[in-house]
């Protein structure tokens, strides 16, 4: 059997010590990393981009079916996914917890475990953070550091009319994951002896779980000296995100059900639950693409990329936002994803 040692035996910098022991940086730009009262880091003339994301359990995880190593991960890629839609590279992230004292310090060292991979996987530094005592639930906090060259970060308010939408790999399996793994959770706490059935949908799970944020996309963009005229990662689901961009670009939009990618798992597990693999894509959330818009002329560049689908055109404000069903009809779209205050 494991040994558990209690986190009060190392104390709040016996424990952050412990955690960081093998922490390593891989940027010139960190000049002092964790350890003192703030982090240094020196970005020779770029510009910086900083984002912030809050993880609560019970809202945003359970701790009933999310591994720690698993949760640690997300933590990190959840953020610098943000720092993707914004055009920009990620280079350092903080990360604070709140910790309650039903966690041992071998499971924080799962946890710990998920964000060094993390960070190894996208290359960035673990520069510094907080640690306190939380009498409700994990809380988890991490900001990110990105940068880009001068005046090529990508803001949400830049569409134009013409410009075609485009999402990054498919959508919905995260969401389908989520409902698998509720459902999986509700028979266990009626029936502990039943073991779970997760019907061997890996993708959807792995979609769920243990997300990937879109460094392919960027580097993409890059080589073939593409700039999307608007972008933003897809946290709260597709209607939801394009109508942000709408809103903040003041102009309207056009997607074709038909164009919307769905993974062929992701769709026949919606099939089994009697539910549309669209409304999946359009209001389950936590994908972490990247849907953006770009010119016209960016087409044929754009097309050598398998990772990307056109699924629209952006309209006059005038026009409204609108789907066109296979079957050729004509809905509006409506934001009917995430609500953080639901």
Known sequence: MSSRTEI??????GLIDHLTQNNETHHASTVLSIGDDAAVLDHFGKQIVVTTDLLIEGVHF???????????????????????AMNATPSQITLSIGISNRFSVEALEEFYEGVYAACEKYNVDLVGGDTTTSNKGFIISVTAIGE?????????????KGD???????????????????????????SPSVQPDLESQDYILRRLLKPEARKDIISFFEE??????????????LSSEILHICKQSNVGCVLHEDKIPVDEASRQFAFKLDLDPTACALSGGEDYELLFTIKQEDYDKI????????????????????????????????????????
């Not at 009060?8 to 910098?13: H, I, K, Q, V």
């Not at 073939?224 to 689901?237: A, H, R």
């Not at 050729?328 to 779209?333: I, P, R, S």
Request: proline letters at 3%; glycine letters at 8%.
């Open 8 to 13: 009060a035996s190392l104390g709040e910098f």
């Open 148 to 160: 880009v060259a001068p005046d090529r970060f990508v803001k949400r308010d830049g569409a134009k």
């Open 224 to 237: 073939n000296d593409i700039l999307p005229t608007s972008m933003m990662d897809i946290s709260d689901g």
């Open 164 to 190: 075609l939408v485009c999402v990054s790999g498919d959508l919905g399996a995260a969401y389908l994951g989520l409902l698998l793994m509720e459902r999986e959770k509700k028979i266990f706490m009626e």
């Open 303 to 342: 097309v050598l990329n398998e990772q990307i689908s056109v699924i629209g055109y952006i309209t006059e404000p005038s026009e409204g936002s609108h789907i066109i069903t296979r079957s050729g009809n004509k809905h509006a779209l409506t934001a009917q994803g995430w609500n953080a205050f639901k």
């Open 62 to 84: 359970d701790m009933v079916y999310t591994p720690l190593t698993h949760l640690g991960y997300k933590s990190v890629v959840v953020n610098i996914s943000d720092v993707y």
